[in-house]
T-cell receptor
Framework: EDQVTQSPEALRLQEGESSSLNCSYT??????LFWYRQDPGKGPEFLFT?????EEKEKERLKATLTKKESFLHITAPKPEDSATYLC????????????WGAGTKLIIKP | DAGVIQSPRHEVTEMGQEVTLRCKPI?????LFWYRQTMMRGLELLIY????????DSGMPEDRFSAKMPNASFSTLKIQPSEPRDSAVYFC???????????FGSGTRLTVV
């Protein structure tokens, strides 16, 4: 069964303290892995799509990496405005639209 | 671009009443999705439209739920009659195709009392 597991459920960091969020997935064949950010009271905001193992993408303080079993979202020197819930989703080669979502990691950056 | 526009932002209704949620996707996007989000179940896909045609409605929980997309710029999700367990945040999202990153609206927070 296709599955996505994110860890940890919540992460509290001091401003400037770098860390990583994990997204482990099980899928018959990966078409793409997506990272989204969700702020309270808003819809998820698209960050990255990764398609193959070894691929990396960066945006400001965020860098996403992908292996055959998991993806990491690395946050370098985070700021309080990076506080949000980060969602991971995968799309199987068996579907050209269905996403399997993780439960998310709630990130809190304290000033 | 104004992004995906949903209305209303909040809806409080009594059990048994009809509720209609509205969505305007991004112009040029041919895929539209309705999602429901709750603390217990996370994000759940309710229905997927491609070029205004419903492709997959297997996530629609019951016959009380229905969705339409009469044209490329408008979609509705209707619940009739509503029940307290329908309380959730309902999101509309669109994409260029089903494989690209989605753009979500700000959601409608529905409370059924």
């Amino acid at each position: 069964e296709d599955q996505v597991t994110q860890s940890p459920e919540a992460l509290r960091l001091q401003e400037g303290e770098s860390s990583s969020l994990n997204c482990s997935y099980t899928v018959s064949g990966l078409r793409g892995l997506f990272w989204y950010r969700q702020d309270p009271g808003k819809g998820p905001e698209f960050l990255f799509t990764l398609y193959s193992a070894g691929e990396e993408k960066e945006k400001e303080r965020l860098k996403a990496t992908l292996t055959k079993k998991e993806s990491f979202l690395h946050i370098t020197a985070p700021k309080p405005e990076d506080s949000a819930t980060y969602l991971c989703a995968v799309q199987s080669v068996d579907s050209n639209y269905q996403l399997i979502w993780g439960a998310g990691t709630k990130l809190i950056i304290k000033p | 671009d104004a992004g995906v526009i949903q209305s209303p932002r909040h809806e409080v209704t009594e059990m048994g009443q009809e509720v209609t949620l509205r969505c305007k996707p991004i112009s040029g996007h041919n895929s539209l999705f309705w999602y429901r989000q709750t603390m217990m179940r996370g994000l759940e896909l309710l229905i997927y439209f491609n070029n205004n045609v419903p492709i997959d409605d297997s996530g629609m929980p019951e016959d009380r739920f229905s969705a339409k997309m009469p044209n490329a710029s408008f979609s509705t999700l209707k619940i009739q009659p509503s029940e307290p367990r329908d309380s959730a945040v309902y999101f509309c999202a669109s994409s260029l195709d089903g494989r690209s990153g989605y753009t979500f609206g700000s959601g409608t927070r529905l409370t059924v009392v």
